[in-house]
């Protein structure tokens, strides 16, 4: 799944068809590494989306874009105000059949000259980048990313320095063409599977759009050209020479592969995968369109794992903390535990003081509290005197057993913030939305575990703002999943009827379910089911045989002062079951 070069060129052509001789009326900056311009042509309104990030770098037209504009622009932003905002675009193209698109604006400057800027969208993964150059000097104005010779001495990227290309690849360019001979061997010069020597010898090629020309060609992906005949040859040219003379006409058929059986996206392309036939495809006239679809859920999960790592990073260290005094409690408890040898210690000590010296490091009595009247070595302090010794231990017997009780207490303590903290890094990857998000902070600021921001107003603790996830059993239930600790409180104390049944992971960090009832039995196919949500909306979801605990929800109770999310239930029962994603969507559709 890679903005190869086949598919830049598709984006191109569609921003060129669209976009040339529009009118850029606004520039918004939503995010560091993200442009929006706006722009006006033939009656139509357009957002181009321009994007450099590291994980999903982008250019595509969007049709629903809800990105909110910072109140204050950053500095880039700005830049491309001035320059060229009000100006036209003259023309939208694919550099060397790279992963780069340059879009050309002409427009006045500041003596009202007219004057045309270059406008280089590099794709190429963490090195991606924006850069506003001037056409006539080739001299970079800025660039959204700037590269100083500290971060890269082979190229960097700075004001007033003049705009060279990235490095060309050592790879044939297929858009210009090659003779048959030369594609032969230099296949048969590469060692290695034949879809893997094509995406390597070939400009513009990912491994998808190389198997798939094997595929057509009816050859096996994985073998070696050297092993395969000139005419199993000469058919692959053929099918590779019709690929690219379609790409050059720009013929296009712009589809994403979804496994409809996990509800996931395979792979999308701006040519047809038949290689992944069985699957299903859904197709669109516009790239733009497919790689909007594609990259909103996968462009957003990665925004909130950004802007959560503070977050993340401070609930990290707070359950270190809380692991490392758990392990300390639970070594101070098995200590305590064996109090009563140290009172034995000390009553043997004092039953034979007599024959214990000052200075000596430890004595060996015979013991006879025990039934054997085995002998016993006891330690000692040589700078301590025998009756010292004696009261040494008994103090330490004594300090013990008061401090078991306290410990008692602090282990139930510890144990239960950490469940709570790791309940809310579960709610964190859970995240559907900013919404949520925001519940999740909010939580932790009333709590204490976050600082509030500046005129951060916390939201009312009443209803929910954002809806849990709903599914239907295939009895034909409705099985309700909370997806953070304000959800899963609604729908254990507001939702649920006395009867319905109350589901969750035992003793493992994960969400309330619920199974609405309605009065009826709950056959055994929805319980297994239910259990399967609440295996897999939770830690345990790469875990087998992961245990779950069920009972109605009348014997579920909130003790008073208990953290969001915690509960306390009696009288349930306890079903293992595997998690596995295909049910899951097919129980969510």
């Known amino acids: 799944m890679a903005l190869d070069g086949l598919v830049i060129h598709s984006i191109a052509h569609e ?135 500290s971060i890269s001495r082979v190229r960097q990227l700075l004001p007033n320095m003049t705009y060279e290309l990235p490095p060309a690849q050592d790879k044939i360019n297929p858009i210009k063409g090659t003779s048959i001979k030369s594609f032969i061997n230099t296949l048969r010069e590469f060692d290695g599977p034949l879809f893997k020597g094509i995406y390597s010898k070939f400009l513009g090629i990912s491994p998808s759009v190389a198997r798939e020309i094997c595929h057509r060609s009816n050859l096996d992906s994985n073998s070696k050209a050297e092993d395969m005949s000139r005419d199993e040859l000469s058919l692959l040219y053929r099918v590779f020479s019709d690929l690219f003379t379609k790409i050059k006409n720009d013929e296009y058929s712009p589809c994403i592969v979804i496994d409809d059986k996990i509800d996931k996206v395979i792979d999308f392309s701006c040519i047809d995968l038949t290689y992944l036939d069985g699957n299903e495809f859904i197709r669109n006239d516009s790239i733009s369109k497919i790689i909007e679809d594609y990259y909103k859920t996968k462009d957003f999960k990665d925004r909130i794992h950004q802007r959560t790592s503070d977050l993340r990073k401070s609930i990290s260290i707070k359950l270190d903390r809380l692991y490392h005094k758990q392990k300390k409690i639970q070594k101070e408890l098995i200590e305590a535990d064996n109090a009563n ?136 239930f409705t099985i309700l999943v909370g997806k953070n600790n304000k959800q899963n409180d609604y729908l254990t104390l507001r939702i649920a009827d006395p009867e319905d049944i109350w589901m969750h992971t035992k003793n493992i960090p994960g969400s309330h379910v619920i199974i609405k009832s309605a009065g009826q039995n709950v056959p055994d196919e929805t319980l297994l089911e239910a259990a399967m949500l609440a295996a897999f909306y939770s830690k345990g979801r790469m875990s087998s045989q992961v245990p779950v605990d069920y009972t109605m929800k009348k014997h579920v109770k909130k003790p008073s002062g208990s953290k969001p999310g915690m509960v306390i239930y009696e009288t349930n029962s306890t079903i293992y079951v595997t998690p596995t994603e295909e049910l899951i969507v097919k129980l969510k559709k």
Do not use: W
């Open 341 to 476: 040898e140290f009172k034995t210690k000390g009553e043997l000590l004092t039953a034979y003081i007599y024959m214990i010296e000052k200075g000596m490091e430890n004595i060996e009595v015979a013991n006879f509290y025990d039934e054997n009247y085995s002998n016993v070595t006891i330690p000692l302090n040589k700078n301590l005197t025998p009756s010292e010794n004696a009261q040494k231990y008994f103090k330490k017997y004594s300090k013990l057993k008061t401090a078991k009780k306290e410990l008692t207490s602090q282990i139930t303590i510890c144990n239960e913030e950490i469940e709570y903290l790791e309940n809310i890094m579960l709610g964190i990857e859970n995240c559907e939305n900013l919404e949520e998000l925001t519940d999740i902070k909010d939580e932790l600021i009333r709590l204490g575990y976050a600082k509030a921001p500046y005129r951060y107003k916390i939201k009312k603790d009443i209803d929910l703002t954002t809806k849990p996830n709903q599914f239907t059993s295939s009895d034909g």
């Open 15 to 149: 921003l060129h068809t669209k976009l040339r001789g529009g009118k850029v009326d606004k520039v918004h900056q939503p995010e560091n590494d993200e442009i929006v311009l706006f722009i006006r042509n033939n009656k139509e309104n357009f957002k181009l989306v321009l994007s450099s990030s590291a994980s999903n770098p982008r250019v595509y037209i969007a049709n629903d874009y809800k990105k909110e504009n910072p109140i204050k622009a950053p500095m880039f932003c700005m830049l491309l105000r001035k320059y060229i905002q009000g100006g036209v675009i003259t023309e939208i193209s694919q550099v060397n059949f790279e992963r780069i698109i340059k879009i050309s604006v002409e427009s006045f400057d500041e003596l009202k000259e007219k004057t045309t800027k270059d406008i280089y969208i590099e794709i190429m993964g963490r090195h991606s980048n924006i850069i506003l150059t001037q056409r006539n000097e080739e001299r970079i104005v800025d660039s959204i990313k700037r590269i100083p010779p």
